[in-house]
C-alpha cells in the first residue's frame, strides 16, 4: 500500500478574499479551489524565481506599520504621563475649579451630584481618577462602600485626610487602565472627569475594561465637561492627532499642555450605545453625564 503524502490544508480566508473569490469563480467558472491551486502555484513559481525578493514591499509595509505603532505608543506614554505630571502638581489647587463664581455652573456641579448619587445610592462604589476626593464625598453619603482610585499619591494624600464616615471609604493607588488589580466586589462604577481624558483610541480598551471589572448588571455613572470657549484654558488641535488639548498654567507659573477632549449629545451616544441598556445622556451648558446599566 502506498503512504498518501497528499496533505489537506486549512487556510483562513479574510471575508473580502473570500468575496472577491467568489466573483472571479462566476466570472470565469473556475472552482475556488482551482483558483486558489493556481494562485499557489504562480507564487511557488515566481518565489523559484525570485527568492524572498517577492516579498520585499509588504515585509517593508508591514514594517513601517511596526514602527508607526510604536510612536502612537510612545505619543500615548507621553500623554499619560504629562497628564499624571500636571495632575500631581495641582494637587493643592485642583478643588478651585469648583469654587467658580459662576451660578450656572454651580447649579451644573449641585444636578450632577444630585445624579450621581440617584445611581451609587445603597451601592458598592468603584470610583475611577477619584482625585482629591470631591466627588467621593457626595457619592460616601449614600452608598454601602466606595472604593477610589487614581494614579497620583499627591491626590490621594489629601483625599485621604478628609473626614470620611467610618468603614465606608477605602483609597488606593490605581492605573484607570489596569483595573483588574484593584481590590474588592462592586455593583456600580463612577468615573468623573476623567474621560475627557482618555484618548480616542484607547476608549475601547478603558470601557471594556472598567465594565469587565464592574460585572454584568452593574450602573455606571460619567460626568464631564461641556466645551466652553475661554474657559479653563487654550484648546489646542494637531495635525496629527484626534485628540484635542487644553494649555493651563498653575498658580507657580508651570505651563502644561494635557489632552481634553470634548463630546456632543450624539458623539456620547455613539461611543456609549454598542456597551450598555437603559443609557441616560445629559448635555447642559457647562456639564455632561451618562448613566447606564451593563448588559
Known amino acids: 500500500m502506498t503512504d498518501d503524502k497528499t496533505k489537506r490544508l486549512s487556510v483562513y480566508l479574510p471575508e473580502k478574499v473570500k ?14 479551489t482551482q483558483l486558489i491551486v493556481m494562485a499557489t502555484h504562480g507564487l511557488l513559481a515566481n518565489y523559484g524565481a525570485m527568492g524572498s525578493s517577492i516579498f520585499a514591499d509588504l515585509l517593508s509595509a508591514k514594517q ?12 500615548l506614554d507621553q500623554d499619560k504621563q504629562t497628564l499624571q505630571d500636571y495632575y500631581g502638581a495641582r494637587a493643592d489647587e485642583y478643588e478651585r475649579i469648583y469654587k467658580r463664581e459662576d451660578p450656572d455652573y454651580q447649579q451644573g456641579l449641585t444636578m450632577l451630584a444630585q445624579a450621581m448619587t440617584n445611581v451609587v445610592r445603597g451601592q458598592r462604589v468603584l470610583e475611577v481618577a477619584c482625585g482629591t476626593g470631591y466627588w467621593t464625598q457626595f457619592a460616601a453619603e449614600v452608598a454601602d462602600h466606595i472604593t477610589g482610585v487614581d494614579i497620583r499619591p499627591e491626590v490621594l494624600q489629601i483625599a485621604k485626610a478628609k473626614p470620611w464616615p467610618a468603614n465606608k471609604v477605602a483609597l488606593c493607588v490605581g492605573d484607570a487602565y489596569r483595573l483588574e488589580q484593584v481590590e474588592g466586589e462592586f455593583e456600580c462604577g463612577v468615573a468623573n472627569f476623567w474621560f475627557s481624558h482618555v484618548p480616542k483610541n484607547r476608549i475601547d480598551e478603558f470601557l471594556e475594561g472598567f465594565h469587565h471589572r464592574l460585572g454584568a448588571g452593574a450602573s455606571v455613572f460619567m460626568a464631564d465637561n461641556v466645551y466652553v470657549p475661554g474657559r479653563g484654558g487654550e484648546l489646542i488641535r494637531k495635525d496629527d492627532s484626534e485628540d484635542t488639548y487644553k494649555r493651563r498654567e498653575l498658580a507657580d507659573g508651570s505651563q502644561h499642555e494635557i489632552i481634553k477632549n470634548y463630546y456632543s449629545f450624539e458623539e456620547l451616544h455613539d461611543i456609549f450605545k454598542p456597551y450598555v441598556k437603559h443609557l441616560n445622556i445629559f448635555v447642559g451648558s457647562s456639564f455632561w453625564y451618562v448613566s447606564y446599566k451593563l448588559e
Open 64 to 75: 513601517r506599520m511596526s514602527q508607526a505603532m510604536e510612536q502612537q505608543r510612545k505619543l
Open 19 to 32: 468575496v472577491d473569490l467568489e466573483r472571479m469563480a462566476d466570472e470565469t467558472g473556475l472552482s475556488m
